[in-house]
């Protein structure tokens, strides 16, 4: 017998007729013998309904009263479909989180699982069970042993769903939802958006943390993690769906540690990078396209590229290059401003390094550790840019080696998992596999910080210990004459209220500093394996933009993404015209 675990979420799940009608799925899939595992989400906006009840009680619930809440909208879900089951006379039964034993951390509002009992699980499906499980929650043991009810955070249904197959050890997991499978983009916003038959789970991770909100991003790594056979399909038609794909060699599950496995899995290094960047250049539409076509024509491959907000009209693009593309990028910058305007600074002699592990995503704690290790060694970090899988930041050669030692150290890398100058590989993948747009961002600037060791380690250690995730996270390059810089970054919007408690005991240290909140943005992302080895993908999203007229107000990339902050009115054109230029439909 095959064990499947399928999840239906909420739009499948949104009316009785379509409990009814996934009960016939069901029913016709335990006909050919299939033991099932159902996971369900709460029907429809049930989730948003009872939000909207605690706001309109409070402005500040409990987060314990409200995990209590929203733990019912699955309950209501799992019932009816077992009632629907039995209609077709299929024996189920539904069971809470709390009942099946999914242990968490005790963290209300966004939990992650730590272990899973199968016993009863396993002993229904050999009596002949369809097994029914809500979604989205958990209970975690207080401090003196009670049990609490937590939730894993919003679309952690997916999260359950992936979690449970790995603890069963099922064959597969199907992920049912209203849309044909994992499409190049979101199909409410580009009408002609490709279904994809294969992802892989790195691009995927990137694409559902970036706002594809298909797939719960946590459930993307867990099914990387320990090799989830996983699925994304339509809960309405027959489609062959989206299958997850992953290189990696599948972890052993250990008990009680389910999604807390090793944050960091490796240390990269690249030698002889130079950094360069160009500052006071004129802030209009088309700017970026124009220098990074220049260096594209000129040969020179760009690895990171980042674009701060400024005060009044202009802005500041940094950039890192191969030290052996010096000259050449010297030339073109010298090219670059005398059009522009602005001017250039370079450095040369640096390296980058990069921590990477699908555990760093959703820890903030690990990009604080990291920086913090190099600034605890009074090195300068030049360069910061952050993925869900990666933590890059550029710093001078002549520390590499002290470098090298603590952070192998703090995250305890044997000599294999520290790799010299890796070859970026010519793939066949596509530069751009997707595109995600993310409205639930907000921009936040720190102005005036000291230009000196441990601050990004600190903002990182600020926001880590309000567990607020910061999302892209931009510094300036432009120093001003009180050796002072800027940085700035998003982050969700619903974090935007504790914010201001974390930021204003830190920056009470530093004279002169203040929190800015940004103008309303939207982040478009656009993520292809394929980027790193192809040059120029950068220049073409910029040229996308600036065919329509569309501003950008901070760019951060990393291999296998770029990510451009644009202004929010304009976002869905511009996730149309890149997905226009780059012939995602074709
Ligand atoms: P469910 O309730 O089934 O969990 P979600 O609303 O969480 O469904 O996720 C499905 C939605 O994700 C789709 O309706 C679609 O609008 C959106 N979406 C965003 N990006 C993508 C993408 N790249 N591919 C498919 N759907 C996407
Ligand atoms: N019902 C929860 C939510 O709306 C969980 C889920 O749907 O995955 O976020
Ligand atoms: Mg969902």
Known sequence: ?????????????????????????????????????????????????????????????????????????????????????????????????????????????????????????????????????????????????????????????????????TALNAEICEIYTDVPGVLTTDPRIVSNAKLLNEISCEEMLELASLGASVLHPRAVEIARNYGIKLYVKSSSENSSGTLLKSKIKPLKLKRGSLELTKTVNSLEILEDQAIFSLSHIPDRPGIAATIFESLSKAGISVDLIIQATHDGKSN??????????LENTKEQCENIISKLGGKYIFKQSMTKLSIQGAGIMGRPSVCAEFFDTISNANINVSLIATSEIKVSCVIESSNINK????????????????????????????????????????????????DKPGVAASICFALAEGNLIIDTIVQSERVSALKTKDISFTINRDDRKYADAIFQSLIKSWPNSFIEDGPSIAKVSVVGAGMASKAGTAAKIFRSLANYSINIEMIATSEIRTSCIVFEKDCKKAVNAIHEFFELDK
């Open 1 to 165: 017998m095959t064990l499947i675990v399928k999840k239906f979420g909420g739009t499948s799940v949104g009316d009785v007729n379509k409990i009814k009608d996934i009960a016939k799925n069901i029913s016709n899939s335990k006909e050919i013998g299939n033991d099932l595992v159902i996971v369900v989400s709460a029907m429809g906006h049930s989730t948003d309904n009872l939000n909207r009840l605690a706001a309109s009680i409070t402005s500040n619930p409990p987060k314990r009263e409200l995990d209590m809440l929203l733990s019912t909208g699955e309950q209501v879900s799992i019932a009816l479909l077992s009632m629907a089951l039995y209609e077709f006379g299929i024996p189920a039964i539904s069971m809470t989180g709390s009942q099946v034993g999914i242990t968490t951390e005790s963290i209300h509002g966004k939990a992650r699982i730590l272990d899973i009992k199968t016993e009863r699980i396993n002993n229904y499906i050999d009596q002949g069970y369809v097994v029914v499980i809500a979604g989205f929650q958990g209970a975690s043991l207080s401090h003196t042993g009670s049990m609490e009810i937590t939730t894993l955070g919003r679309g952690g249904s997916d999260t359950s769903a992936v979690a449970l197959s």
């Open 316 to 325: 500041d693009i940094t950039f890192s290059v191969s030290e052996s593309n």
């Open 403 to 450: 470098a090298i030692r603590l952070i192998g150290e703090k995250f305890k890398l044997a000599d294999e998992q520290i790799i010299m100058n890796p070859s970026i590989m010519n793939t066949d993948e596509p530069e751009v596999r997707g595109i995600a747009l993310d409205k639930n961002q907000v921009q936040i600037t720190l102005r005036n910080i000291p």
